[in-house]
């Protein structure tokens, strides 16, 4: 089945400093997702990336999916305390009709 | 962005009653919801998918008959966890998938926490 890997599991940072988590996946994708899950919270869509190479920003966030369309990452640029939470990719193969979430990276940051 | 929603948020039973969830999109139809399961700082786990008029789809290791999901309209998928024991405790969460601008978007219900005694 599908296999996807998402490191680092957790990331503690000082406000200001980036952050970036990986979703690396076994097997070529359909779409990769992201969603943000604040503690106590549930699961909030980011974006979906769908081209091969596709890059895109929202604000300090900027997302990216790779040339094979095996891997992906979300880069934080001088992140603050309100971007605090659990990153999650969720993977989709192609004609598959659901979504296979990564384990997460829980970031923190310190004012 | 699209509404669901989810209830109860939280609730406690003895063990061997059943327990419903009911999972509803607001403001938009969804030919198909997912339950998931997510243990504390983990990620995540599908354990079924929702098709409005069918069966639903579960995971390999799912007990079928230990969660029965109903999906009886485009607005409501029901998640019913039969004779709850304490391994059973856990927040279990719906989404709904929309389509839009051929983006799958998954839209996530606030999740039940449920703890059986």
Redesign the interface.
């Known amino acids: 089945g599908q296999q996807v890997m998402q490191i680092p599991q957790y990331q503690h940072v000082q406000e200001g400093e980036d952050f970036t988590t990986y979703c690396n996946s076994s097997t070529t994708l359909s779409n990769i997702q992201w969603y943000k899950q604040r503690p106590g919270g549930h699961p909030v869509f980011l974006i979906q990336l769908v081209k091969s190479g596709e890059v895109k920003k929202q604000k300090r966030l900027t997302f990216q999916f790779g040339e094979a369309k095996k891997n992906s990452s979300l880069h934080i640029t001088a992140t603050q305390t309100t971007d605090v939470g659990t990153y999650f990719c969720a993977v989709s193969e192609a004609n598959a009709g659901k979504s296979t979430f990564g384990d997460g990276t829980t970031l923190t940051v310190k004012p | ?1 699209a509404v669901v929603s989810q209830h109860p948020s939280w609730v406690i039973c003895k063990s061997g009653t059943s327990v419903k969830i009911e999972c509803r999109s607001l403001d938009f139809q969804a030919t ?1 919801m ?1 339950w ?1 399961r997510q243990f504390p ?6 354990m079924a ?1 929702s098709n409005e008029g069918s069966k639903a789809t579960y995971e ?1 290791g799912v007990e079928k008959d230990k969660f029965l999901i109903n999906h009886a309209s485009l607005t409501l998928s029901t998640l019913t966890v039969t004779s709850a024991h304490p391994e059973d405790s856990s927040f279990y ?1 719906c ?1 709904a998938q929309t389509v839009d601008r ?10 039940t926490q449920l703890s059986v005694l």
């Not at chain 2, 700082?41 to 599908?46: E, I, P, R, T, V």
């Not at chain 2, 051929?102 to 996530?108: H, I, P, S």
């Open positions: 962005g198909t997912f998931y700082k983990q990620s995540l786990m599908l998918t390999q969460i989404s051929m983006n799958e978007k998954l839209f996530f219900g606030s999740g």
